[in-house]
């Protein structure tokens, strides 16, 4: 199960930090991502982060921008945002991929076996 927060209102180029907290024993050993869908949309992929850590892949559109992280000990993915723009605005989902590094990037929706609620994220200008 995960179960994100963090989210809110924020004028244009304030900062927000998404968390995604994760029940069960399978959080350390799978690569996360996060994704975002905004009203009349597609959800599309906006970070991913492997197992470790060790590598960390971003959309363009919010690459400098956003900061993907994970506490393994604590269970825990994160998701910092930066500068953020009115184009943010949307529901951010943290979800699990099926293997412990990505297959291809972005990855694909459908390889992702668990998915949260979801967080608002509404940036104003």
């Known amino acids: 199960q995960l179960l994100e927060s963090g989210g809110g209102s924020v004028q244009a180029w304030g900062s927000l930090r998404l968390s995604c907290a994760a029940s069960g024993r399978t959080f350390r050993i799978s690569a996360m991502g996060w994704f975002r869908q905004s009203p009349g949309q597609l959800r599309v992929f906006v970070a991913g982060?492997?197992?470790?850590?060790?590598?960390?892949y971003y959309a363009d559109s919010v690459k400098g921008r956003f900061t993907i992280s994970r506490d393994n000990a604590k269970d825990t993915l994160y998701l910092q945002m930066n500068s953020l723009k009115p184009d943010d605005t949307a529901v951010y989902c943290c979800?699990?991929?099926?293997?412990?590094?990505?297959?291809?990037?972005?990855?694909?929706?459908?390889?992702?076996?668990?998915w949260g609620q979801g967080t608002q994220v509404t940036v104003s200008s």
């Open positions: 979800a699990a991929f099926r293997d412990s590094s990505f297959h291809q990037i972005p990855p694909e929706s459908a390889d992702f076996r668990s």
């Open positions: 982060i492997t197992w470790s850590g060790g590598n960390t």
